[in-house]
């Protein structure tokens, strides 16, 4: 498959749960990025990797954890989460060398119950 | 920190009139302007970008303008169809950093 793919597409879990979002990219990219995206609110900026470094955290509650194992691969697990942190969760990767142009995965629909 | 604001926020438009979405940046190091397209339910996905070495950029029925003294730069939608309804983010960076995102516009095209 090409471009960048997300599983699962929707999840739904309590708030004691512990699950993970998995992001995987098949463009040779070497920066990856996740993004939360909440109804009537702008694209925010969780986390961005670059060579499987996390070169930021946009000040993210602890109940969001990621992981790089290698530049093709990202997740998010998730832990205790908030019924607030119900959002659409977009990964997305792109050539760090270069323009910053970044292809976007399909997303994973969150809801906390 | 980059900052990006958009406007506005939502726009309606008759089917073959024209649309202008605006957007002013902060940082005058800031070089890359790409231009998103969120259609319901679906991924982002570019439809359009531009860079400071240029001052316009055209692609069919879609341009973007860059004004770099004024720190702001627009998208022009002609002809508008139907399937132009969608959310449109600018975004702005410089270099190889990370992308700042407006707000998005909603965009309904009125047939």
């Known amino acids: 498959e090409t471009g960048v793919t997300q599983t699962p597409r929707h999840l739904v879990m309590g708030m004691t749960n512990k699950k993970s979002l998995k992001c995987e990219q098949h463009?040779?990219?070497?920066?990856m990025y996740w993004y939360k995206q909440s109804a009537k609110k702008p694209l925010e900026l969780m986390f961005v990797?670059?060579?499987?470094?996390?070169?930021e955290n946009n000040s993210v509650p602890s109940r969001f954890s990621p992981e790089c194992p290698n530049s093709s691969h990202l997740f998010l697990h998730l832990h205790t989460l908030q019924p607030e942190d119900s959002a659409l969760y977009l990964c997305?990767?792109?050539?760090?060398?270069?323009?910053?142009?970044?292809?976007f995965g399909p997303g994973t629909r969150l809801t906390v119950t | 920190g980059e900052n990006v604001e958009q406007h506005p926020s939502t726009l309606s438009v008759q089917e073959g009139d024209s649309a202008v979405i605006k957007c002013t940046y902060s940082?005058?190091?800031?070089?890359?302007f790409p231009w998103y397209k969120q259609e319901l339910g679906k991924r982002p996905q570019l439809i359009i970008d531009?860079?400071?070495?240029?001052g316009e950029k055209k692609d069919q029925r879609i341009a973007v303008t860059l004004n770099k003294t004024a720190k702001h730069f627009s998208l022009h939608i002609t002809e508008t169809q139907p399937e132009d309804s969608a959310v449109y983010f600018c975004?702005?960076?410089?270099?190889?950093?990370?992308?700042?995102f407006g707000t998005g516009t909603r965009l309904t095209i009125i047939p």
């Open positions: 997305a990767s792109s050539q760090a060398s270069t323009s910053g142009e970044q292809y």
């Open positions: 940082d005058s190091a800031s070089n890359y």
């Open positions: 531009i860079r400071s070495n240029v």
């Open positions: 975004a702005a960076s410089k270099g190889n950093e990370k992308l700042t």
């Open positions: 990797y670059n060579f499987k470094e996390q070169t």
């Open positions: 463009l040779g990219h070497n920066a």
